[in-house]
């Protein structure tokens, strides 16, 4: 495991990844919530130009992948630069972020619905934690 797995009292997993990286905060910030840098690192199936990923309190999101139904979320959280919380069908995706040690640290969770799911999407979110490290090294 790349993450670390906490069962949850309702029975769904929290995958956690914690990272740190050497950018302010703000331009982490921009690459977690702008269509453009959204571009370069996060969900490769995602159709940017059809999905509607405007962050805002209570905000309605709508994931595209070309071939698959349209996935649906909801905006949770949005304390620019700090915390950005919002649901993918029935996933909740937490990202938390505070300055440190000259750079950003990163507290990404991901509740899933069950072990099997945290699993599967363990390494896929690792390598994407990844990819954003490159991306803001551009």
């Known amino acids: 495991m790349f993450g670390t797995v906490r069962e949850l009292a309702d029975g769904r997993v929290e995958l956690r990844f914690e990272r740190w990286y050497a950018h302010p905060r703000e331009k982490v910030w921009r690459a977690l919530t702008e269509p453009a840098e959204l571009r370069r690192w996060f969900?490769?199936?995602?159709?940017y130009d059809r999905s509607a990923l405007a962050f805002a309190p209570g905000a309605e999101l709508t994931f595209v992948a070309e071939g698959l139904p349209a996935g649906q979320g909801r905006v949770l959280a949005f304390e620019p630069p700090a915390l950005l919380e919002y649901t993918?069908?029935?996933?909740?995706?937490?990202?938390?972020?505070?300055?440190a040690d000259g750079g950003c640290r990163l507290v990404f969770t991901n509740v899933v619905g069950d072990g099997g799911t945290a699993a599967a999407v363990d390494a896929g979110w690792d390598l994407g934690l990844k990819r954003l490290s490159g991306a803001l090294d551009l």
Do not use: G, H, K, N
């Not at 993918?88 to 300055?99: C, F, H, I, K, N």
């Open 43 to 47: 969900v490769e199936i995602l159709d």
């Open 88 to 99: 993918w069908d029935d996933e909740t995706l937490r990202w938390e972020l505070s300055a």
